[in-house]
């Protein structure tokens, strides 16, 4: 199941610095796993990652989800802002993620 945590348009100028010249829409969502118990019954947490390209003829979404990040819904919300606000993408969400867990 996915719950909607947020969304955020990609800015303007990054996506004229990377030659994009439309409009890019991340939204992140919280997933929780219900068929993944683990020993203590609780729910394992994960990302699901919603990508939208508005072009000038049609309009492009991507998705990716990463399950069985955490079984802590409080490290699950943190690591959902911290996609958010650096608007981490499907192509670097579980290099993110990596660099998070060495913390």
Do not use: C, W
């Not at 996915?2 to 030659?19: D, M, P, Q, V």
């Not at 394992?44 to 991507?62: A, R």
């Amino acid at each position: 199941m996915n719950t909607f945590y947020g969304s955020i348009f990609i800015e303007k100028e990054k996506l004229e610095e990377a030659g994009i010249k439309h409009p890019i829409k991340l939204e992140y969502y919280k997933h929780i796993s219900e068929d993944g118990k683990n020993y203590s019954n609780k729910a394992k947490y994960g990302i699901h990652i919603v990508k939208t390209e508005y072009m000038q003829d049609n309009i492009k979404v991507e998705s990716k989800s990463i399950k069985y990040i955490t079984d802590d819904e409080l490290e699950a919300n943190r690591i959902l802002r911290i996609f958010k606000e650096n608007r981490v993408t499907l192509i670097n969400s579980e290099e993110v993620i990596s660099d998070l867990s060495k913390f």
